[in-house]
C-alpha cells in the first residue's frame, strides 16, 4: 500500500512564499501557499486571519499540481437523498487521498502533511472548506460534536437553526443577523461541547454560500444579484426558486458591517426547521425532546465525512453511523424548539427578536 511519503515524493512543497495564520476558537493553523491564493484567501478569511505563533496544523496548498498515476478512486457514498458523484478516496497505509470528482481537486488527509493540490484558484471555496475540515477535526478529537447548523449570538446567547438540506436555514439566520445586537458565527457546521455549567458552540470561518430565493425577498441582499437577474428570477414558479441551486458568496461584514462575527458563542437555544411552504397552519415554535424526537436529532447531527482521522489514526467509513447519544449529552442543556406550520421568515425573526431582545 501507498504511504504519504510516496504522495508528498510526487509534490513541490517548497518554495512557498506566503504563510497565514488562522485562529478560531482554541484552533489554530498556519497556511502556506503562493501570493495569488494567499490574497483569495485573505479575502475570504478576513475575520479568522492572526498572528504567527503555535499551531495545530499546517496546510499546504499547490495550485496547478497533480499525482503522477492514474489513481483508482473509491466513491464516498453520499448522504441519504443526495444523488451525483461527489467525493472519492484512496487509503493509505498512514494516511487518506480524497478527490473532489466535479473540480478535479485532491486533498491529502494524514498526520505527517495536509495538502491541498490542483486547480485551486479556481476553486477557492473547496481549499477553504478543506481549512475548514481540520478545524472540524482537531475539535471532534478533542471531544466537540459536528452539526449541520447555523448559528448567530449575542454574546450573552447563542442560535443555532437546524433543518433539513433546502429547508431554509441560511434565509433564517440571516434574518436574524438584521438585529443590530446579533453577530455570525456560522452558516452549515457548528461544533458543540457541554461545559459543567453551559454549553459552547463554535463556528468556523467561512462566509455563506447563498442561494437567489435567499437573497431575492431581502433588501440587504438585493446588490448581490444585477437587475436582469432579478426579474428573470421573479418570473420564475415559487417551487423553482425555492429549489434553485446557485450560489453566490456572501461576505458578512462588507454587507453587515464590522464586529458582526464571532466564531465562539453560549448555545442556549437550537431551533429545528420543519416547516411546509404546503401548510395551512400558522409557524409556531414549540419545545421539543431530542430523547423522544430522533427525526429532530437526525437533521441536527453531522457526519465528519471522508476527511476524518481519528486520535487513534482510524479514519471515518461511509457507512459509519453517527452516535445519537453523543449529541445528547452536548446538546442537554441547550433548549431545543421544533419549528411547524408555514414556512414564514418573518414570523421566525419576529421569534428571534423576542429572544434576543
Known amino acids: 500500500m501507498r504511504t504519504t511519503a510516496d504522495v508528498l515524493a510526487e509534490l513541490d512543497r517548497d518554495g512557498l512564499p506566503e504563510i497565514l495564520y ?54 464516498w457514498a453520499r448522504e441519504p437523498g443526495k444523488t451525483g458523484r461527489k ?40 481549499v477553504i472548506n478543506f481549512i475548514n475540515t481540520q478545524i472540524l477535526n482537531i475539535c471532534k478529537r478533542d471531544g466537540w460534536e459536528i452539526c449541520h447548523a447555523a448559528a448567530v449570538t ?16 441560511s434565509t433564517a439566520i440571516l434574518r436574524m443577523m438584521d438585529l443590530e ?11 458543540v461541547r457541554a461545559t459543567p455549567n453551559s454549553t459552547e458552540g463554535l463556528g468556523i470561518p467561512k462566509n455563506p454560500r447563498i442561494n437567489p430565493g435567499t437573497i431575492l425577498h431581502n433588501p440587504r441582499l438585493a446588490p448581490l444579484l444585477s437587475e436582469e437577474r432579478k426579474k428573470e428570477l421573479l418570473q420564475m414558479p415559487p417551487e423553482d426558486l425555492w429549489q434553485l441551486e446557485e450560489k453566490h458568496d456572501l461576505f458578512i461584514s462588507e454587507v453587515y458591517g464590522p464586529d458582526r462575527i464571532s466564531f465562539t458563542a453560549p448555545l442556549t ?4 426547521l420543519n416547516w411546509s411552504r404546503l401548510s395551512t397552519e ?4 414549540v419545545d421539543a425532546d431530542l430523547t423522544e424526537r430522533p427525526d ?9 465525512g471522508p476527511f476524518y482521522q481519528d486520535a487513534s489514526g482510524v479514519f471515518l467509513c461511509d457507512d459509519e ?27 421566525l425573526a419576529a421569534a428571534g427578536k423576542d429572544l434576543f431582545t
Open 154 to 169: 449575542d454574546g450573552r446567547q447563542g442560535l443555532a437553526i437546524a433543518g433539513l438540506s433546502g429547508g431554509g436555514k
Open 282 to 285: 400558522p409557524t409556531c415554535l
Open 296 to 304: 429532530l436529532l437526525g437533521a441536527i447531527m453531522k457526519s465528519a
Open 22 to 75: 488562522l485562529e478560531t476558537g482554541p484552533v489554530r493553523l498556519a497556511i502556506r501557499c503562493d501570493t495569488p491564493m494567499a490574497a483569495e484567501l485573505r479575502h475570504h478569511l478576513k475575520e479568522a486571519l492572526a498572528e504567527a505563533g503555535p499551531v495545530a496544523a499546517t496546510i499546504d496548498v499547490l495550485e496547478g499540481q497533480s499525482l503522477n498515476a492514474r489513481q483508482d478512486w473509491i466513491d
Open 321 to 347: 453511523p453517527l452516535e445519537p447519544d453523543a449529541y445528547l449529552r452536548q446538546l442537554k442543556r441547550v433548549r431545543i424548539r421544533e419549528v411547524t406550520g408555514v414556512i414564514d421568515f418573518d414570523a
Open 269 to 272: 437555544e437550537f431551533w429545528v
Open 87 to 126: 467525493d472519492a478516496y484512496i487509503d493509505l497505509d498512514d494516511g487518506r487521498l480524497v478527490h473532489k470528482i466535479r473540480t478535479g481537486m485532491t486533498f491529502l488527509q494524514s498526520p505527517q502533511a495536509l495538502v491541498a493540490l490542483g486547480p485551486c484558484l479556481a476553486h477557492p471555496n473547496q
Open 181 to 191: 445586537q446579533t453577530r455570525f458565527v456560522t452558516n452549515d457546521r457548528l461544533m
